[in-house]
């Protein structure tokens, strides 16, 4: 019984792996950004630093980000310059984050 649950397990795990092995370090460092920001607005909505409307337009930005990300990884390929373009953009995102936490409105 035990057997085959393992079984079943590697098999998805090597199906996987090229998946993985294809994402570049670039877009592995753009999705950890992504999910860290993600993060912190959640925390923000969790502790009351972020009012209902600024975790919406974080939310809402984020996704548009997203999207961004996606358009440019859709040939399978992130050139030098898009990394560096979505780089920039994801830091202005962060500081945008860090000011709407910080701007001492609460829910």
């Known amino acids: 019984m035990t057997f ?7 098999a998805i795990g090597l199906a ?20 860290r920001q993600e ?3 959640d925390q923000g909505i ?3 630093s972020l009012t209902g409307a600024e975790a919406t337009r974080l939310q809402n930005r ?5 999207n961004r990300t996606d358009k440019a990884l859709s040939d399978g390929h992130l050139s030098s310059g898009e990394f560096v373009r979505l780089n ?6 962060s500081g945008l984050i860090y ?3 910080h701007d001492g409105q609460t829910q």
């Open 99 to 101: 000011r709407q936490k």
């Open 16 to 35: 996987l792996l090229p998946t993985a092995a294809s994402a570049g370090p670039r877009t592995q460092w753009l999705n950890g950004r992504e999910a």
């Open 4 to 10: 085959l649950p393992r079984l079943l397990a590697a």
């Open 39 to 41: 993060q912190r607005i």
């Open 46 to 48: 969790a502790s009351g």
């Open 62 to 66: 984020e996704t548009r980000l997203d």
């Open 88 to 93: 920039r953009a994801y830091d202005r995102e």
